[in-house]
């Protein structure tokens, strides 16, 4: 079972860091590529305990759908959002933030998957499927540093509760 984690340093408060990363809208401009959308669930705003999204994405080439819910949440610190239906035989994303000082923010992501199909899953793994994932993450988290460290913040995070 592939264990991907992820650490990015971003210079800005952790509320607004935490919010950005729990924001729908925010997880659509930051996923172009695949171009993400919500379909159902939450669409919109900021995901709370319990919600769900499901994400319609195009990866690897073929349209998938993901159910996640929201499993922890201990905000500013930390949330957790968990595969209901999806591509996968399991996934788990684990979202923490540490604050390094007022200004600056360490976000950590750990990614637990496991892939469908037994034995021919496993060789996926290892592949392709553990490498293609890692990169989707950092390239997501990049986008979301320069949206946290920009004004573009204030598109998808209420200002009262960012700073």
């Given at each position: 079972?592939?264990?991907i984690r ?7 408060p ?8 729990r ?49 922890e949440f201990d905000?500013?610190n930390q949330f957790?959002d968990?595969?209901?239906?999806g591509?996968?035989r ?14 600056q ?15 021919l899953g ?7 499927l ?6 989707f993450?950092?390239e997501?988290?990049q ?8 004004q573009?913040w ?10």
């Amino acid at each position: 079972m592939p264990i991907i984690r992820t650490t990015t340093t971003i210079q800005a408060p952790i509320q607004r860091v935490f919010d950005l990363a729990r924001s729908i809208d925010a997880h659509v401009a930051t996923t172009t590529k695949s171009g993400e959308k919500a379909v159902a669930g939450r669409k919109t705003g900021l995901i709370e305990y319990a919600e769900s999204v499901t994400w319609e994405a195009k990866h690897l080439g073929r349209t998938q759908r993901l159910k996640v819910q929201i499993t922890e949440f201990d905000r500013p610190n930390q949330f957790v959002d968990e595969m209901v239906t999806g591509a996968f035989r399991s996934l788990r994303h684990v979202h923490r933030f540490k604050p390094l000082t007022p200004d600056q923010t360490e976000m950590t992501d750990e990614l637990v998957f496991k892939a469908p199909m037994g034995p021919l899953g496993t060789i996926a793994e290892k592949l392709f499927l553990t490498g293609y994932m890692q990169r989707f993450l950092e390239e997501r988290n990049q986008e979301l540093k320069q949206i946290a460290e920009s004004q573009r913040w204030k598109e998808f995070v209420p200002e009262t509760s960012a700073n």
